[in-house]
């Protein structure tokens, strides 16, 4: 009896083990690891290593600096994504998981889209930008570039960044990327001088930029003043490699100085310098940047093809006043009579005047009213309101600002420019409708006539403004009909009597 009882006593400690083995060895054989935590798989940090320069000349703008866009929830199509390509045992990547960059709670952070767990079945990762979706996952960086140098796309979805991680024990990555092609840029320079005589060095704009390696031709995209292009090649050779470019209608055409070729690495940037016959402009025109930096100034030329590091951009000169080519010389001194204004604190730069306009829109005019008398009455006394020749916007747009809270109206034009004082400079007023005109229009601004707003809108381009377009307000006022509207193809759009939803573009002079 003792020994049937023993019997039974192994047989069913074998089952139990036999059932234990079996349950380990069917999760495996399915490919189904029991997670060793519940936590999903998330994201601690992520730091960019920076293309790194391989030229001995001095970089003004890098092209290189990768920063996020962050979104407001993890759908907002805003927002910025990686991906982490998930690997077994076997070399196999079995997930491809979506990491959102959304602002929650004014922290920036990286969400799984895809709730996929942290698992001890994940052997090796991959972590990469942009997130891409594919039919066949790569399960090696060498398969994942060769997806990405073959996207017709521009230079942010084509520059990948990868990160590799072969030891993978816990729920929680931090990634240290790094670009996975090489980049080419191209960058031709010039100099310009601020009001304190101070040398500036800038990007001059080019055009038809394209450069070629062997029988292949590429074009670089324009990015922080320099023409940047991704590339996967192994070397540069003499005559090989050609780049071509035009400065003024003249066109270029160069290549490497070097007999021996050009070895060319992953992360790494390789600037050619694009020498020009000329050192800049001189003077100012129409289409220049008006930029300050502390209590200086500069106007860069609007052949510039970005604002130098440590410069901002204000606007974009649209008028001059005392150029020779305007036909115009006591124009200056006109103004300054037309709108009480004394030399005093506007010197102009290096002695010359103009008008800028903003780089953004204001608001509209402020409280709608039936009651046109209200406005009427701000310009009481003021005899040359309806005079539509006049460049006399600052002084109407006193008068407006004094005086629109005594007619009971709440003014709001300039409330997101009225407390910017610019060193030089009057403040930011509402341009009169002879303003309008210089441009709208580009009459006597040194620009075609009618070709001014498309020229100006140029430039705003160039710089991330906000282009002008549809009806623009001016501050001439004929009693009993209204402010004046001018229309982006240079035809007056009326006059209204009660201010519409059409959004104020502010100027100053200089």
């Not at 070895?263 to 003077?283: A, D, L, M």
Request: net charge negative.
């Amino acid at each position: 009896m003792k020994q049937l009882y023993l019997h039974i006593k192994l047989a069913a400690l074998s089952m139990l083990l036999f059932s234990a083995c079996t349950q380990d060895e069917i999760m495996n054989q399915a490919n189904v690891e029991r997670p060793v935590t519940d936590e999903l798989l998330n994201i601690g940090s992520v730091n960019v290593n920076d293309f790194a320069e391989n030229t001995e000349s001095r970089v003004i703008n890098d092209s290189k600096t990768v920063t996020f866009e962050a979104g407001t929830n993890i759908n907002d199509a805003n927002g910025d994504e990686l991906g982490v390509l998930l690997i077994d045992e076997s070399g196999k990547t079995y997930a491809n998981v979506a990491f959102k960059y959304v602002n929650e709670n004014g922290e920036n952070k990286w969400f799984n889209k895809t709730n996929e767990y942290y698992s001890s079945k994940i052997k090796k990762a991959i972590a990469y930008f942009p997130y891409t979706e594919m039919a066949v996952l790569p399960s090696t960086i060498e398969e994942l570039k060769e997806i990405f140098i073959n996207k017709d796309a521009g230079v942010k979805e084509k520059d990948l960044l990868v990160s590799e991680a072969t030891e993978f024990k816990k729920a929680t990555m931090d990634i240290n990327f790094t670009h996975a092609f090489s980049m080419i840029a191209f960058s031709a320079e010039a100099t310009a001088t601020t009001s304190k005589n101070t040398e500036v060095t800038y990007s001059l704009e080019l055009s038809d930029v394209a450069f070629s390696i062997g029988d292949k031709l590429y074009t670089p995209e324009l990015v922080n003043g320099r023409y940047v292009c991704i590339v996967d090649v192994p070397q540069l050779q003499k005559d090989d490699f050609r780049y071509f470019y035009t400065v003024d209608n003249q066109s270029y055409v160069k290549t490497i100085n070097s007999e021996s070729p050009i070895g060319i690495e992953s992360n790494k940037s390789y600037t050619f310098k694009c020498p020009v016959n000329q050192t800049g402009t001189s003077g100012i025109a129409a289409g220049d940047f008006y930029c300050v930096s502390s209590d200086d100034v500069l106007v860069l030329p609007g052949n510039a093809a970005g604002i130098p590091e440590g410069w901002t951009c204000k606007g974009i000169v649209f008028h001059v006043m005392d150029s020779s080519d305007s036909g115009s010389g006591n124009e200056w001194s006109t103004f300054l009579t037309n709108n009480q204004l004394t030399e005093a604190n506007l010197p102009g730069y290096n002695g010359k005047h103009g008008l800028v306009v903003s780089l953004i829109n204001d608001n509209n005019y402020g409280t709608p009213t039936n009651n046109i008398d209200s406005w009427s009455n701000c310009f009481t006394d003021y005899n040359d309101s309806e005079n539509t020749d006049l460049s006399n916007g600052y002084k109407m747009t006193k008068l407006l600002t004094d005086n629109a809270s005594n007619n009971g109206i709440t003014f709001t034009g300039l409330n997101l420019h009225k407390d910017e004082t610019i060193v030089g400079t009057t403040s930011w007023y509402i341009p009169s409708f002879n303003e309008l005109k210089y441009l709208v229009r580009g009459k006597n601004s040194g620009t075609p006539s009618g070709e001014g707003l498309k020229y100006v809108n140029g430039q705003l381009g160039k710089i991330n403004g906000e282009e002008l377009s549809g009806s623009i307000p001016s501050i001439t006022f004929i009693n009993n009909s209204g402010f004046c509207l001018m229309q982006s193809d240079g035809q007056e759009n009326g006059w209204h009597g009660i201010p519409g939803s059409e959004k104020i573009r502010p100027i100053f002079a200089f």
